[in-house]
């Protein structure tokens, strides 16, 4: 068990339809990351959030964003959903932020989403 | 930009038999190389990681990696494979382009251990 949790576990939904998917970091953690992992594109950084604040971005379509909050958990949001946006959605935490970080992610088990 | 190749799609190896799952890697300044692993329906586990210092780096379950400048490698070695070692296997690089931490990994190895 890594100490990052993700909620919920699976998810199915309709095109069109907009999902939240949450995450809690390891305790002391202030860096959260979401990754999309598909077939087709395999393991994609989308998003990094430090202490609330967005700290680099991936390849991240517009119909998704993602925030930090006070308490540290996040929360990635999905609208418009197409049939392509069916995934695992995993999210990371590590201790510190960026440039001189060496630190590691630690994953927790992903959301899988289904787009029907 | 930073990136991993994993040249295997799959390796089968016998159980106690040395296993490895090959990387190379592409970087600009000093690389930060990461091993994880993921087991069918579970999140990626962290296995080791090289940031400086040692060539040889150990990590959990008796996974080792070898870290090699002039041939820009990082493998992942095992001395006696187990069939739980069964899983998918990803190198992955550290990217701070933009002020981030982001990971890049490569497409994936699956491990196949068979009695």
């Known amino acids: 068990d890594s100490g990052v949790t993700q909620t919920p576990k699976h998810l199915i939904t309709a095109t069109g339809q907009r999902v939240t998917l949450r995450c809690s970091p390891r305790s002391g953690d202030l860096s959260v990351y979401w990754y999309q992992q598909s077939l087709d594109q395999g393991l994609q950084f989308l998003i990094q959030y430090y202490n609330g604040e967005e700290r680099a971005k991936g390849n991240i379509l517009e119909r998704f964003s993602a925030q930090q909050f006070p308490d540290l958990h996040s929360e990635l949001n999905l609208s418009s959903l197409e049939l392509g946006d069916s995934a695992l959605y995993f999210c990371?935490?590590?201790?510190?932020?960026?440039?001189?970080?060496?630190?590691?992610?630690?994953f927790g088990p992903g959301t899988r989403l289904t787009v029907l | 930009a930073q990136s991993v190749a994993q040249p295997e799609d799959q390796v089968n190896v016998a159980e106690g038999n040395p296993l490895t799952v090959k990387c190379t890697y592409s970087v600009s300044g000093n690389p930060y190389l990461f091993w994880y692993v993921q087991y069918p329906n579970r999140g990626l586990q962290f296995l080791l990681k090289y940031i400086t210092g040692d060539n040889l780096v150990k990590g959990s379950y008796g996974f080792e990696a070898e870290f090699n400048k002039s041939q820009t490698s990082f493998h992942l070695k095992k001395p006696s494979a187990l069939v739980s070692d069964s899983a998918l296997y990803f190198c992955?690089?550290?990217?701070?382009?933009?002020?981030?931490?982001?990971?890049?990994f490569g497409t994936g190895t699956q491990l196949k251990v068979e009695l």
């Open positions: 990371a935490s590590s201790v510190a932020a960026g440039i001189s970080s060496t630190d590691t992610q630690y």
């Open positions: 992955a690089v550290r990217d701070g382009t933009g002020g981030g931490n982001k990971l890049t």
